[in-house]
């Protein structure tokens, strides 16, 4: 298993303690910002790898790490130590409330709390401990397991828990229906093909796993699973949702007449789909919940565990595995190419002006990081993006180390801003093909989605699969904002067309108090900060209206420390915006957001500055432990452990830059 880069921390200087008034309203004089960048720009450097790239723990809920668990347990293939250590990262987050949340403070969370407790259970935990006691209770005040999502009764399912009818009817004749059939998976977002291909074999095999200790978890019901007439049931999101759960009942009886030719025949399908995407120890889609449907999927299949597949498929789960001395958790996947070019970014920002820090090293970093990034462009693999745009030239970038059948164009956009500013020759190609890609996944409505072209069918999220409601990759601000600066950044003057219809989108986009939502970061402030960057490289003017209200809204929502922060819970109804503390990542978008307006000198960007400087640790670096970005709404959540120090030292950097600048515009797209 991999030992992945070690948690970021950071040490508070004793003058962090206080953050009234009266510190906020002191600015960071230039000797001060100048420590700070430096300081910040040598943590980071020290952050990258021998062969040029960076790469920081991405951490979500206990579901991932309970499904690993479990999954150990489905195979008979536990490692006491390992889940010992799981185990105790599992109790350490257990919530107040006595279940488990989606992120940090978050409020209990049923799906995941059944898993965590399974998973603890079959670690060895007596359910008479304490805390188990406080689990299971609050599992029960809130439905009982019985009431979970769909993916958790699955994983019920797998082990015997409940019957196979507790899931929706998904049959893997599926897997052979057209484009454009309605249910076909390529009307899906890439990380439900994935992890759906493998779980329809599953479903269809329905195999139970060999839990070897026994374990089960009855007592997590308030009604019998072989009582509950009820599985699927509301809240629904529209009509549809009835109507769907109509069709389900119908589905259930056809699906058994279907002939063992034809489901044989859907099996093939599934496999054919999944083989090519096996994406060596990187996994299925490169992502947890598709790699681990896949190894058991190849169990289902009686594949041996020695067989290269099924050998590669397992050691690419265990590649995702963290551990930190007493504690281990397993990631979702990982970000290096992201990573990458945001600390990219943050060092060519800290080294340039004429007070530029250590030039030439950084230089050096980042010739060694561009050439790490241009080795793994996919540039020979049509993906799935291609179902829609067969005669694109590949040319993107993963989010992960290697996923050929998925770049995603926020990555792609990133790293070729970097690529740009860098200045490389050796560049150029890279470049050209990242822009060649990035117009050709332009949506018809103007936007970008991260992996797809028009994948925004939104009757299939009324499906009773998709209760998690993130079937699909439609169009969003936060990815048609990079793609904008990217484009504008490159300043070709036949993309204006392309260009404008982004920004036409964004317009359109714009919440009613001037924010726009954040699909991949929490969450308004990440989506204003985005789009920002995005209006000025286009070359907006800074007193079009929108820019306007979009710098008042961030104005309005600064904290009395001087800071910004926003709570995950704005994804569920919460006030956009606001959080009880102020966190360096979020301050920072705030204040590269406002610069971006144009508003260098406004004191709402000294203020966030001067928080920055004052809440930087002695080692240069950043603590932030909420949670700061997201998967899914509403599901899943993520905690990048880069974000608090590349975003704080770009606000910085770019802070200190601007001082000197005549324009008083930010020059580039980032």
């Known amino acids: 298993m991999a030992n992945t880069t070690e948690t970021l921390t950071a040490t508070r200087t004793s003058t962090d303690t206080t953050s009234g008034k009266a510190d906020a309203a002191m600015p960071l004089d230039a000797a001060s910002l100048e420590q700070a960048v430096t300081r910040a720009h040598a943590a980071l450097g020290r952050r990258q790898a021998d062969d040029g790239h960076w790469v920081f723990d991405l951490e979500a809920d206990a579901t991932i790490p309970a499904e690993y668990v479990l999954l150990e347990h489905y195979l008979d293939r536990i490692d006491p130590k390992l889940e010992q250590r799981i185990g105790v990262y599992l109790r350490r987050i257990q919530g107040t409330h006595g279940g488990w949340p989606l992120y940090e403070d978050g409020k209990f969370d049923l799906s995941a709390s059944v898993k965590a407790y399974f998973a603890l259970k079959a670690i060895g935990d007596s359910v008479n401990a304490p805390h188990m006691i406080r689990a299971r209770q609050a599992i029960l ?3 009982g397991a019985e009431r979970t ?18 899931a929706p009817a998904m049959p893997v004749e599926i897997m052979l229906l057209p484009r454009t059939a309605l249910f076909s998976v390529w009307n899906m977002s890439y990380w439900s093909r994935t992890v ?13 796993a060999i839990n070897p200790r026994d374990v089960h978890v009855q007592e997590l019901f308030v009604t019998p699973p072989a009582k509950v007439r009820d599985w699927i049931r509301g809240p629904y999101r529209s009509v549809w949702g009835r109507v769907f759960k109509y069709v389900d009942a119908v589905l259930r009886p056809v699906e058994s007449m279907i002939p063992e030719k034809t489901r044989r025949k859907a099996i093939k399908a599934a496999v054919d789909f999944i083989e090519p995407r096996l994406n060596g120890v990187d996994g299925l889609g490169a992502i947890y919940p598709a790699m681990a449907n896949t190894v058991m999927m190849f169990r289902a299949l009686n594949v041996p ?3 290269p597949r099924a050998k590669t498929a397992w050691e690419a789960v265990q590649r995702l595995l963290v551990n930190q001395g ?7 996947c990982v970000s290096p190419i992201w990573d990458t070019g945001l600390a990219g970014h943050a060092m060519i920002e800290a ?3 004429p007070n530029g820090i250590a030039p030439e090293e950084t230089k050096k970093k980042l010739a060694a990081a561009g050439k790490w990034l241009r080795e793994r462009q996919i540039l020979d693999v049509k993906g799935d993006w291609a179902i829609n745009r067969p005669d694109l030239r590949p040319g993107g970038w993963a989010f992960q180390y290697a996923n050929d059948y998925y770049p995603d164009v926020d990555d792609t956009a990133v790293v070729g801003m970097l690529l740009h500013r860098e200045g490389d020759p050796a560049n150029t190609e890279a470049i050209e093909r990242a822009r060649e890609w990035i117009i050709g996944m332009q949506s018809t409505n103007g936007g970008w989605g991260a992996f797809d072209v028009d994948n925004n069918l939104d009757l299939l999220n009324h499906i009773p699969f998709a209760d998690h409601g993130a079937l699909l990759d439609p169009p969003t601000a936060d990815v048609t904002a990079r793609c904008i600066s990217f484009l504008a950044q490159l300043g070709h003057p036949e993309d204006q067309p392309v260009i404008d219809r982004g920004v036409a989108y964004l317009r359109d986009d ?6 726009w939502f954040g699909r991949w970061g929490t969450n308004y402030i990440y989506g204003t900060w985005s789009v920002l960057c995005a209006l000025n490289a286009a070359g907006v003017a800074h007193d079009d209206p929108m820019i306007i209200r979009a710098a008042d809204w961030l104005r309005s929502h600064q904290r009395e420390d001087g800071g910004w922060g926003e709570d995950c819970a704005s994804y569920e109804g919460a006030a956009p915006g606001t959080y009880k503390e102020s966190l360096p990542s979020q301050t920072a978008w705030a204040v590269l957001g406002m610069m971006a307006a144009g508003l260098r000198d406004d004191p709402a960007v000294a203020r966030g500055v001067a928080y920055l400087g004052r809440t930087q640790g002695e080692d240069g670096e950043w603590a932030e432990e909420p949670y700061n970005a997201v998967g899914f709404p509403k599901v899943f959540y993520l905690r990048y452990h880069g974000y608090r120090q590349f975003f704080p030292l770009l606000a910085l950097s770019r802070y200190r830059n601007m001082q000197v600048s005549n324009s008083g515009r930010v020059g580039y797209g980032f």
Do not use: M
């Not at 999502?149 to 082990?159: E, H, P």
């Not at 759906?196 to 139970?208: E, H, K, N, T």
């Not at 007493?326 to 979702?332: A, G, K, S, V």
């Not at 714009?510 to 924010?515: C, H, I, M, P, R």
């Open 141 to 143: 005040d809130h439905g």
């Open 326 to 332: 007493e504690e281990t958790y397993c990631q979702p």
């Open 196 to 208: 759906i291909a493998p779980l329809l074999v599953l479903a269809a095999l329905r195999p139970r």
């Open 351 to 353: 080294a340039s002006g």
């Open 149 to 166: 999502n769909v993916f958790t009764r699955i994983q019920l399912a797998l082990f015997g828990e409940v019957p196979w009818e507790a």
């Open 305 to 307: 565990d020695s067989d």
């Open 510 to 515: 714009q919440e009613k108090d001037g924010s």
